[in-house]
């Protein structure tokens, strides 16, 4: 079935990645002097690249959108990161993490990806606890973890509530380290607006300095993207406003195939939305199920107050349909349980589109062992909740803040509601074993890359992922491909494939600014964003999906011929950056449409209405759709589908039971 | 369910770029709702500016959700306005009346040059962390990160000065445009924790040394930066700071 390689090394599953280590070509330190890469993105994955490769001896030229490589999305990571330590002595191993996570993903990533990814777990925490990363720690002085979705022990690591933010940090430093010492040229307030290709092998990038509005061409012998994922297609999203597809997306028109577009992620636990004038979404971190039971009234439409409803008159729906799991079912399942709670008549707030995530129970346990600690027998239900809601603080203090700041709500008093919100995109940029798209010399690391998490993410994986490709994986995989380029000179940026790539970005400025139509860029933005919520979020079906094709497709034309983007390409111009990205997120967008429809079948975040089970879980065809959709973009947004069979040599493959 | 009732005017700094003089400029404003950020009220006030043919405001922004620190607005004399530890982007616009004007300011130091509007240059701080804001370990030479107990107070305070989220609020504040608060939590996690010790004394004269040649100024104590700070970092890091600087010069063997 396959007509794509990926590269993954002969051998027995646990041997691949330790025998690819020892046997991958490697380039001597005098040539690692001499051979540039480039990093386009300065979170998890871009920034642990650029720094480990500045520190094995690349010249290294780093580029991020923002105003320093610190702002990266990554920094707003909540909840945690898993690696298979078994610290907490319940059972974890490499092996553990490797079924957990393709399990998770529904049967849709790829074996060995996923174990490599698994082995190399471990040596990030040693990586970033050496860094200085504060995480949490128990009284001992040793790291301390919690439970996320869809495992069964405790492997994460967390930093209260901002363990994305100290990760980030932790590599931000490696990477200033090196661009102190001059190893890394660090290009802030850059845009990567193309990819340029020379004898089919990626060269370079042209970039537009944003401040200035210069145009740069940059040489690389390679060149590789960590740019994140493309959930502001939707437009709400809980990505940061600036979060795009852009250098993904030119990627692919230079001949990266796109992969698994569809599978999307849609988080359980957000903010819900308060109205049309909405810019984002918030997530309310996963870590907070476990403290957190999700509920609605029993009855339909039940106006009364959260704490009026009594405990018998309560939907534990979680707790109800899947008890082995409870709170913590995958972020997928417990998506979609919200909704057809919703749709159903259940929900609650002023637009029923909304549940509860209830701390009470937990406080009052917690409080009830913080009075046990202090000798006080029998405390009353007042003691208990007052010294539970100090444990509650410690664990969660940041986002109640956050969230008593955004609904103007006590969570420590009221249930929390939240919604489910779009959060993270497992499709991507197609790569091999290394790393590599299907263009020679371009790769994609983290949530820009297809790779690791299937059909669905497990929670506290996405650092887990970012931070294996750049600090663990592509620095030894980008080797083999450079062993081989040790001979090439810099190629002189007077090139014709430099000229051409830089026309080609130019003209589309140009035409941006020119069109001058009537509406803003953020009216389209909003009109693609509810045309994929609507057809292609949290559940879809061919006639929606094929109506959506249509409309974005007319929504193309009109943005072509009416957008309003003020000022000139001369200068900071922010409507004109959101223009270029809001053009390509709704060529993406039909193509995440089509790629569902494609996919006949239910897995993980892509569920299609007409195929699941009589209980409403997702149903899966395995015959037919054991495979990644690896699309290649064709002459006026047409796209070509190629497969890549997805072998399962060491785990059975079966109906995901979370019950 | 959205659209409000309130009426602001706004007064905003205008300025095309660092070679130009800016101005406050009056935009009126109406049909604001209270559960509207402080951003997405901008959003409106810029989709109301392209509408009708004028340039919007340029701003800082990313995340929206108080972490990333890219958000900068100097709101009514204070950076990111009237409410304690919340960053521009989480006030939300039920802190404001009806009828209020709001006065909306770029950060303002000399080592935070004007950009356009409300967007100012604080590339400052990332030479500072170059310097030496770094514990230097190469990727693959970490132990087990199980070896080296640390006791948790002390981890939690590293944690606490880690919080920083490098906004520069403490900066815009200070009369003074000193950045001890930031460089110092910067020092106070890394001294903190048993990683940090071999480079301690190192790393605060390198860092305290950039921080001088960008141009921030003194520390005089008045404490502005940790009232406006949103992260809540405390003072006592620049008394830590202080101390570690004065051991490095007077007792460390190793001064630069």
């Not at chain 2, 959003?43 to 340029?58: C, H, R, S």
Request: hydrophobic fraction near 35%; charged fraction near 25%.
């Amino acid at each position: 079935m396959s007509d794509i390689n990926s590269n993954i090394p002969e051998g027995e599953l646990t041997n691949k990645w330790t025998k690819y280590k020892s046997s991958v070509p490697l380039v001597n330190p005098s040539n690692k002097r001499t051979i540039e890469v480039i990093i386009v993105g300065s979170g998890l994955a871009g920034a642990s690249a650029a720094a480990t490769l500045a520190e094995m001896g690349y010249k290294v030229k780093c580029f991020c959108f923002q105003d320093s490589p610190r702002r990266a999305h990554s920094i707003a990571a909540q909840g945690g990161i898993n690696a298979a330590k078994n610290y907490q002595n319940d059972g974890d191993s490499t092996y553990r993490l490797f079924y957990d996570t393709i399990k998770g993903g529904d049967y849709r990533a790829r074996e060995a990806n996923v174990h490599r990814l698994a082995e190399v777990s471990a040596n990030i925490i040693d990586q970033c606890v050496a860094q200085g990363v504060p995480l949490a720690r128990e009284y001992g002085g040793l790291l301390d973890n919690r439970s996320f979705g869809g495992t069964q022990v405790q492997r994460t690591f967390y930093a209260a509530g901002q363990t994305g933010q100290q990760l980030l940090l932790g590599a931000y430093s490696a990477l200033e380290r090196q661009i102190g010492m001059g190893k890394v040229e660090m290009y802030t307030r850059h845009e990567m607006l193309e990819v340029v290709k020379i004898d089919g092998k990626a060269r370079g990038i042209i970039a537009r300095n944003l401040i200035t509005g210069e145009i740069e061409r940059h040489f690389g012998h390679a060149v590789v993207l960590g740019t994140g994922g493309y959930g502001n297609v939707f437009y709400l999203s809980t990505n940061a406003m600036g979060s795009n597809v852009t250098a993904a997306w030119k990627a692919h028109k230079q001949g990266a195939y796109f992969a698994n577009p569809c599978y999307t992620q849609i988080h359980p636990t957000c903010i819900p939305v308060s109205g049309d004038h909405q810019s984002k979404l918030t997530l309310m971190s996963e870590s907070l199920r476990n403290d957190g039971r999700i509920w609605v009234p029993k009855k339909k439409d039940d106006t009364r107050k959260a704490s009026e409803i009594p405990e018998d008159e309560r939907d534990y729906y979680l707790e109800r349909r899947y008890p082995a799991f409870g709170n913590l079912v995958p972020r997928d399942v417990a998506s979609r349980a919200a909704k057809e709670r919703c749709d159903a008549g259940y929900g609650v707030g002023a637009s029923k589109l909304a549940v509860y995530l209830d701390f009470k129970a937990n406080t009052e346990r917690y409080g009830r062992i913080e009075a046990s600690k202090a000798g006080i027998h029998n405390p009353d239900k007042e003691t208990c909740m007052r010294l539970g809601t100090a444990v509650i603080k410690e664990k969660y203090g940041n986002l109640f803040d956050m969230y008593a700041q955004i609904t103007g709500e006590n969570p420590y008093e009221t249930p929390m509601r939240i919604y489910p919100a779009v959060h993270y995109t497992m499709g991507g940029l197609w790569v091999d074993y290394n790393l590599m798209t299907s263009v020679p010399g371009l790769y994609c690391t983290g949530e820009a890359n297809f790779s690791d998490h299937g059909a669905n993410r497990l929670g506290a994986s996405a650092l887990m992922q970012g931070l294996a490709d750049g600090y663990f994986v592509l620095p030894y995989t980008i080797g083999a491909y450079l062993s081989k380029e040790i001979s090439v000179k810099a190629i002189p940026t007077d090139h014709p494939a430099f000229v051409e790539a830089e026309e080609r970005a130019v003209g589309i400025l140009n035409k941006l600014v020119n069109i001058k139509g009537t509406k803003s860029v953020d009216h389209f933005h909003k009109r693609l964003g509810h045309i994929m919520w609507e057809k292609c979020g949290m559940a879809r079906n061919a006639e929606g999906l094929n109506e959506a094709i249509r409309d974005i497709r007319a929504l193309r034309a009109e943005f072509w011929s009416n957008v309003r983007v003020p000022g000139t390409v001369n200068e900071l111009n922010p409507e004109l950056e959101k223009a270029g990205r809001v053009a390509d997120f709704i060529e993406l967008g039909e193509l995440m449409c089509i790629d569902a429809l494609d996919r006949n079948e239910s897995c993980g975040g892509h569920f299609r209405e007409e195929y699941q089970t009589e209980e409403g879980e997702a149903l899966r065809d395995d015959v037919n759709y054991a495979y990644v959709a690896a699309w290649e973009f064709k002459e006026g947004v047409q796209f070509e589908l190629h497969k890549e069979e997805l072998k399962f040599e060491n785990i059975k493959v079966a109906q995901r039971s979370y019950k | 369910m959205s659209t409000g009732n309130m009426n602001l005017t706004l007064k905003v700094w205008r300025q095309k770029n660092n070679n130009t003089k800016g101005a406050l400029v009056d935009y009126k404003l109406s049909g604001i709702s209270p559960d509207m950020s402080f951003l997405e009220m901008f959003d409106v006030l810029n989709e109301d500016l392209i509408n009708k043919g004028e340039e919007p405001v340029v701003f800082d922004h990313d995340c929206r959700e108080g972490i990333c620190g890219m958000c900068s607005m100097f709101i009514n004399g204070r950076p990111h306005g009237p409410k304690d530890l919340v960053t521009t982007c989480q006030l939300h616009m039920r802190s404001f009346k009806d009828g209020d004007t709001i006065v909306v300011e770029p950060w303002r130091a000399a080592a935070f040059p004007v950009v356009k509007d409300l967007t100012v240059d604080r590339s400052a701080f990332d030479r500072v962390i170059a310097a030496g804001g770094f514990i230097s370990v190469n990727t693959g030479n970490a132990q087990d990160a199980n070896n080296l107990p640390i006791p948790k107070m002390h981890a939690d305070a590293a944690f606490e000065a880690a919080a920083c989220i490098g906004c520069g609020a403490c900066v815009a504040t200070c009369k003074n445009a000193s950045a001890m608060l930031f460089v110092s939590a910067k020092i106070s996690q890394l001294a903190l924790l048993p990683q940090g010790q071999p480079e301690r004394y190192r790393r605060v004269q390198s860092m305290v040394a950039q921080m001088d040649a960008e141009g921030f100024g003194n520390c005089t104590n008045t404490g502005a930066c940790e009232a406006e700070c949103p992260k809540g970092i405390s003072l006592e890091n620049i008394a830590r700071m202080n101390r570690d600087f004065a051991s490095a010069k007077f007792i460390s063997e190793e001064t630069i």
